[in-house]
């Protein structure tokens, strides 16, 4: 079945520390894949995404994601995180070939210990 | 400029009530998405329109549920005979074209519906 796979419901890392979030898609095609952050109260924002040529993208507030094809991945890193990054990540995509709507993975809620 | 924007940003309802959410989008943008959060889940995909023009509704989860946008901006949300499966925080999107699926869609802060 068609589907974004985040395998990590939380995730607890210590400020300072590197982060990887996880995300797997099983489509028949690379569809357009996305990373977007929600914190409490607030609406969805884009942090970065991804469509072709460059397997790593650079996203907002030092955040990048590298896409894998031959593992169907596009995990989340940041190098050093900061207590002000603790919130809710979605990986999304979006069908190639005229789809309109993202799909949402069910999420990996981050916490940062001080 | 202003975001997307929604309305009420709280609503409890009794089982059965009719509710309507509005949406504002940001202004000029074509497309608009309505997407239903339950808790701990990721949200889903309800409906999209091109200006007026509903060209998706197959995320709507019922007859119940029903959206317009009639003259392609505002767009409103309407469930009938509210159920307690409808409590979720519904979010609304805005998108500057209307056919260009990679560009960002803006969220607005959603709308949280409890349905007693």
């Not at chain 1, 079945?1 to 489509?27: F, K, M």
């Not at chain 2, 949200?43 to 200006?51: G, I, V």
Request: glycine content about 10%.
């Amino acid at each position: 079945a068609q589907s974004v796979t985040q395998p990590d419901i939380h995730i607890t890392v210590s400020e300072g520390a590197s982060l990887e979030l996880r995300c797997n898609y099983s489509y028949g095609a690379t569809p357009y894949l996305f990373w977007y952050v929600q914190s409490p109260g607030q609406g969805l924002q884009l942090l970065l995404k991804y469509f072709s040529g460059d397997t790593l993208v650079q996203g907002i507030k030092g955040f990048e994601a590298e896409f894998k094809r031959s593992q169907s991945s596009f995990n989340l890193r940041k190098p050093s995180v900061h207590w002000s990054d603790a919130a809710e990540y979605f990986c999304a995509v979006i069908l190639t070939g005229g789809g309109n709507k993202l799909t949402f993975g069910t999420g990996t809620q981050l916490k940062v210990e001080l | 400029g202003a975001g997307v924007s929604q309305s009420p940003r709280y609503k409890v309802a009794k089982r059965g009530q009719d509710v309507a959410l509005r949406c504002d989008p940001i202004s000029g943008h074509v497309s608009l998405f309505w997407y239903q959060q339950a808790l701990g889940q990721g949200p889903e995909f309800l409906t999209y329109f091109q200006n007026e023009a509903q060209l998706d509704k197959s995320g709507l989860p019922s007859d119940r549920f029903f959206a317009e946008r009639p003259e392609g901006s505002v767009s409103t949300l309407k469930i009938q005979r509210t159920q307690q499966e409808d409590s979720a925080v519904y979010l609304c999107a805005s998108r500057q074209s209307g056919s260009s699926s990679y560009n960002e869609q803006f969220f607005g802060p959603g709308t949280r519906l409890t349905v007693l």
